[in-house]
């Protein structure tokens, strides 16, 4: 009995994966015959989950909408990790994430161990952070895309560019990447016969076709590290690489409003690159950190405005040291 239990949480399991199951893939990753297979099915019916079958070449097996998740058990550490993720989607700004990750974590509060249950509050009252301005997105675009990139499906995108120009595109999606307090959307333009990078606040529309791809050697291995690298200098007309006198550790929780990309250097040193829209903004970045820099590579129009910033700022002390009376 316990067996037979195990077997149709692993075949629950396995219908949540993914869209679609042929039997007999099925019963070969549950090591049973397909007749085992639809007697299995039939139990998780009569408990109630919606599992729909269609016969032919592309038949097969899938969770019907309104499917309810298996039962879970966690333990300590699973517990926690699930805690901290769910208060980290409060921040993301995905519109109706925030009040369903409260929802789930007054369910997950319920059922746990008095022990369990004490070192979560702990963790609850003891741990704050800094609130994010991020953008409202639609969880409905979000899954939208999520399933596009995993069932490899061709997608109809409303876009608005920097410039505010609207346009509709037809890309085949390859991976959602949240960079700071923004959605990504890496995907291939199919007019533009290129990568391009999509901001899923901009997307009016988001529209997943049923017509399949066939997946596209990614652009990069690190898709973080190249979707970071595009949007923190190359958009920008305006960029720079300094070398910072302290490690990315210490350097990258400063960073916070805008994105940069970083490289470990030289023990206790990295490097940033980093772009802004003005010259002047491009020096605030780098300047507010408070750490001791080097500039590596930046225009001379760069090089020329950091010098007057580095002059106004030391009048400015001499003007105010003299008013002051001071030695």
Known sequence: MIQATARLLRLLTLLQSRSTWTGAELAERLEITTRSLRRDVDRLRRLGYPIEAATGV?????????????????????????????????GTGITEAGTAAMRALAKLERVLPSRLRKNLRMLQSSVVGLSVRSRPLSLAKLSTLAGACNERLVTRITYTSRDGTTTDRRVEPLRLVHIGALFYLLAWDLAKEDWRIFRLDRMAVVEAKNERFNARPPPDADLVAYVTRSISASPFPHR????????????????????????????????????????????????????????????????????????????????GHSKSGGE
């Open 240 to 319: 720079a690489k300094v070398l910072l006198h302290a490690g990315i550790e210490e350097v990258r929780p400063r960073v916070g409003a805008f994105d940069a990309l970083f490289e470990p250097a030289s023990a206790g040193k990295c490097t940033m690159e980093l772009g802004a829209p003005t010259l002047d903004v491009l020096v605030a970045r780098i300047v507010w950190l408070g750490i001791d820099f080097e500039v590596l590579a930046a225009s001379p129009e760069l090089r020329r405005h950091l010098t007057i910033v580095a002059n106004r700022l030391r009048a400015s002390v001499r003007s």
């Open 58 to 90: 592309a038949g097969g097996y899938q969770l019907g909408a309104g499917a309810s998740l298996p039962p879970l058990s966690l333990d300590q550490d699973e517990a926690t990790a699930v805690f901290v993720g769910l208060h980290a989607v409060t």
